[in-house]
């Protein structure tokens, strides 16, 4: 399985953008990028994926580097709300009937008031 | 609200117990994941199941079982407890047909404490 290296912490302003950076340079032509996030005591949650182009949504941003060895996860505005633990997980699209969806220790994201 | 319910919410126990912890996974969703995270492991993937038959597994003890049933709600068996098996269990539930729409949805956790 391609893995995925984060930088373990990271501290951000509230109000000011975030980004989070991910390396995924063994990544395949057929895995998709997943970002999800760990509010504490919460489970995991869903925050975006994609596979080559940039993606928006109502959570973030994800910029995907051309060679799509590395991404970024981008927060506008960080809130309080935002502090979370961060994982960027590669998932084959031809395997989710059977893949395992590995999660590394992600970014503990802190946001300072 | 992910759609994903597990109970129980807490559970303690003594060492030597078995204990089954209940997951049913959002409407249609045909795969459930189990996993473990305790303070110094993180989640660690336990297995899953996709429409009643086990598809891949992590590290899960041979003390540990799981089942998917026809009605797709899940249960995770924890036998011979240890104070170490103590630690939170999440339930995840996805569509699991492969494409684009592969996102997975969490329960809210059961808070395993083994005395």
């Known amino acids: 399985d391609a893995k995925t290296t984060q930088p373990n912490s990271m501290e951000s302003n509230e109000e000011e953008p975030v980004h989070l950076p991910c390396n995924h340079s063994?990544?395949?032509?057929?895995?998709?990028i997943h970002w999800y996030r760990q509010l504490p005591s919460q489970g995991p949650e869903y925050v975006i994926h994609g596979l080559t182009s940039n993606v928006n949504n109502r959570m973030a941003s994800l910029a995907i580097a051309e060679d799509r060895k590395s991404s970024t996860l981008i927060l506008h505005r960080a809130t309080l709300r935002d502090a979370a633990v961060y994982y960027c997980?590669?998932?084959?699209?031809?395997?989710?009937?059977?893949?395992?969806?590995?999660f590394g220790p992600g970014t503990s994201l802190s946001v300072i008031p | 609200d992910s759609g994903v319910t597990q109970t129980p919410k807490h559970l303690i126990t003594a060492t030597g117990q078995r204990v089954t912890l209940r997951c049913s996974p959002r409407?249609?969703?045909?795969?459930v994941y189990w996993y473990q995270q305790s303070l110094d492991q993180g989640l660690q993937f336990l297995i899953q199941?996709?429409?009643?038959?086990?598809?891949a597994k992590g590290n899960i003890l041979e003390r540990f079982s799981a089942q998917q049933f026809p009605d797709l709600h899940s249960e995770l068996n924890l036998s011979s407890l240890e104070l170490g098996d103590s630690a939170l269990y999440f339930c995840?539930?996805?569509?699991?047909?492969?494409?684009?729409?592969?996102?997975?949805?969490f329960g809210q956790g059961t808070r395993l404490t083994v005395v």
């Open positions: 199941y996709y429409n009643g038959e086990e598809r």
């Open positions: 409407s249609g969703d045909l795969s």
């Open positions: 997980i590669l998932r084959d699209w031809r395997k989710t009937s059977y893949d395992k969806v590995i």
């Open positions: 995840a539930s996805s569509v699991g047909q492969g494409g684009m729409n592969t996102e997975a949805f």
């Open positions: 063994t990544i395949s032509g057929t895995d998709y």
